[in-house]
């Protein structure tokens, strides 16, 4: 259009607007290729004003594009699409000519919402929503018929790519490599293109035409239908892939969750499929091909650039997929199987049954055992031993002489602990995954052993250096498949190309080779599609089609079942388990190994853990896995023999209180922890009542539930007993009394309930209280409340309990107790999760007068409590926060934490506060005038799970997220998980109407 826009500034083009249309309001310039666009915005709604040179643009174009327009009629409630606005002559297309120049002028309605290209997280929610609804509109324009493009010759119709074979000379020797590949593709594809549906498509569902609904996974409209055509419809999805995945490490991954969505609303057939991956790459050459041509012709117009340098990154990324691979993907997201060839492996194993013993021969005669090293066996119970080879090959020897050194064997689509580690690991649209099911067979025997081709056939691949070994053997003429053989010493009498005979020794494997015999077969041939030895869970059905499992060859396996899977389990704890114990998320999980800050499921998806305070230093820590597994080897017994480990604990974990606080009594649990204090305070007072906060929560036990707020007051409660008493729960932000200085307001009610107490002549036992509350939704302790608080019950004669059960041992990094942020020395502390490490143990510190009281004649005993694992378990938990400066790390990370959830606050109006200290966290969702948003935060805690993130809400509304992670976690961790909450505040509904 050269300097056409210059004819149009501002004012011109409100006077178009207002003449034709009678039409006003503000005026933005939009980019454009062969119209100039024009956003109008007015009172009544927004418009596009679209202006074009009659010498660029064929008038019949252009009602061409009216005419598909008007067919379309706005769209529909699902899909939003541009209407034609009449001028005020009545007309369509309005000629207007300027200064001798003429040019054609159309009104359009405005589609609102944000560009896709605008839009930061393009989740897989939202590329499925893209693929249903481009699908849906070549649904809405299959019945469409207009004679103008069937004849038009059109450059970026992808069915006519064949006209950039003669500029391949504009790229330089490296560029033209893959513009030569996917133009080689393509030809090869042509002809069955030539026999696919065809149909007028939008043909140009790019970044800058996706209209998408903002902070949802919403696509809601698709404008600029100027390169719409006749063409194969499988061409439109190309296209609309091509630009989806555009700038993504997940190529693949987000062009399948497309491919659904489209399937989802124009099903797709198989012979469309096939061809696609070259479709995509067809695009691609258009794309570049016609940038290179207005990178010369018009070098100032950067409209023509916009994509290239996407473009380039994503032909690079596509060229490294394998094309059949990736087909195979294609057509498994539309649930076309590629089960022909796999039943015909599988009828040839019916008919060909082998023992293993034809494959694997010993000196002395010897039989197989399976060996089953999933990430659920207990075969290797330790996971950093997994992880280590030499400490994994040491523990299967160990199984190999248990078992009168049989050959074991096993491994085919077991979930390896092993495999997960950093090099394998895959960063998806939905968080981290690893490749870590593995798609053929191992063999260990810690003697030399030979090994024999089970199957005619001849030699395709032979390497020595890798020690690899690939057999090609025949179905029949047409149909081949593949055995491969891994860490083999092969016989030196073998070549390439050569014919192997049933039962040829191939090779051996020898005692000292560090990895064990590796066994695959292939439905394809490695010299198209590489043998992979692993793969990710997710992709297994895929892979178990083309690398199906060698054992099908043998007969007489005793191969057991894997563990029960979830829908056995759920269904089994209905049956068998108290119906009152509840499971997390709506669709739980099933977990089977902790490793530091995380969990992992039995699928091998590792979780990071935001909620679980139990495991304090972390799931499964080393040291004190070490240290309880060391003393229960020699002793567990109760505390009336005399021991170290009692004394020794106990000196350590008085050593972190004030001096006031120096006699403590072990126990087996929190709940334990707190009816024990409730024991002591009425043992001391003499006296019943007790004052506790609103929403609060201290145990299972009878008396803990009866001074439970959270129980007595909530579903299924009775409300509070005769014998307690609940003050408001102290909450600055969305409380009784709200904002700063909110301390002694709160604490007026403590002695609002020892006046109640005191008018039914009676004094209180005790005021009991979280250092920051927890159920209560993580709430901090206004300043001045816990000081007034204690004060008020003191004077009264009362006693004060601390709990700390859930905050205490260095989570809030200030201090090791969560009372000392107040400067106050509670009478009693209560201890629990933290301190085990997950090994249930407790404790209740308190001074010696208190302790003085309570041994009042009547023997306190507790069984577990005080016995030497658990102290051995207990002392190991403080040494490790001490030597590893865990306290410093919850302390740093926890200050980290809680800035980047104020940066998120700032950004998501949908956070109202973000409160806590060190790693005891939380925030809370609100609407704008602050209630509660719990379907809100369930959202989220189920988005942020299928992301690899386990949270989970609190608070009397259930609104509140808590964070309460293991307190190794680092800094990357946090990042990690910044990273994916964002991804959630930015798509998932959570911010709609806020």
Known sequence: MGNLKLDFDQNTVEEITAKLYHKTGAVKLLPGELDLNFLIKTESGDYILKIASTEKCDLDFLKFQNNLLDHLN??????????????????SIEELEIDGNKFYVRLLSWLPGKLWSETVSHTKGLLYDLGKKAGHLTNLLSDFEDPYPRQREFDWDISQTAWTKNHQNLFDSERKKYIDYFYQGFKSIEYQLMHCRKGIIHNDVNDNNIIVQPN????????????ATYTATINDLAICITYAIMQKEQTLEAALEVIKGYHASFPLEEEELDILYWLVGARLIISLTKSQI????????????????????????????????TGAFFKDSCGYSEDGKNLQFQEFCHSNKYHLSYLIETKKITSFKHLS????????????????????????QELWLKENKKILFGGYNEVRPELIKEENSIATLEGDYWRNILLGVQFWHFKKFKVSSLIPGKIIELNETKKLLVIEHSFDEEEKFYSIYRYLKIDPSLQLDQKIDRSALLGEHKRKEKNAFFFQISLQNP??????????????????KLFPNPLSLFKDLNVPENSLDSETLITERKAFLGKSLSLSYNDPLKIVRGDGAYLIDDKGRKYLDMVNNVAHVGHEHPQVVKAGKKQMEMLNTNSRYLHD????????????????????????????ANELAIRMAKSHTGQKDFIAVEVGYHGNTNACIDISSYKFDGKGGKGAPEHTQIVPLPDSFRGKYRGDNTGPDYADHIREAINVIHSKNRKPAAFICESIISCGGQIELPENYLNLAYKYTREAG???????????????GNHFWGFQEHQVIPDIV???????????????????????TFANGIEYFNTFGGNPVSCAIGKKVLEVIEEEKLQENALDNGNYLKEQLKILQSKFPVIGDVRGKGLFLGFELNDIDKNPLPHAADLLVNCMKDRGILMSTDGPDNNVLKLKPPIVITRNQIDYFIHHLRIVLQSGDMNVNI
Request: hydrophobic residues 35%; charged residues 25%; glycine residues 8%.
């Open 216 to 227: 949802t996974e919403k696509v809601t409209g698709f404008i600029d239908f100027g390169d």
């Open 74 to 91: 706005g769209g529909d409630p699902t899909l939003l699409l541009p209407e034609t606005i009449i001028s005020i002559s009545g007309k």
């Open 527 to 544: 010299q198209n599609l590489t043998p992979v030895s692993n793969c990710l869970y997710r992709d297994k059905e895929v892979y178990n």
């Open 798 to 812: 009362g006693v004060c309990i601390a709990d700390e059960v859930q905050v205490g041992c260095g989570r809030i």
């Open 373 to 396: 090293l999933d990430i659920s066996s207990d075969s290797i119970s330790s996971f950093d031993d997994a992880r280590d080879k030499r400490k994994m090959a040491s523990k299967i």
């Open 294 to 325: 207005n990178a010369q012709s018009e070098p100032e117009n950067k409209y023509h650039q916009v994509s290239t340098i996407g473009a380039w990154d994503l032909i690079k990324k596509w060229y490294d997929l394998n094309p059949y691979l």
């Open 830 to 852: 209560t201890i629990g999760k933290p301190l085990g490490n997950g090994h249930p143990l407790a404790a209740v510190v308190c001074t010696r007068e208190i302790a003085t």
């Open 645 to 672: 480990n009692i004394l020794q604990f106990a000196k350590k974990l008085l050593a972190t209180f004030p001096k006031e606080l120096s006699v403590v009594h072990f126990v087996n649990s929190g709940s334990e």
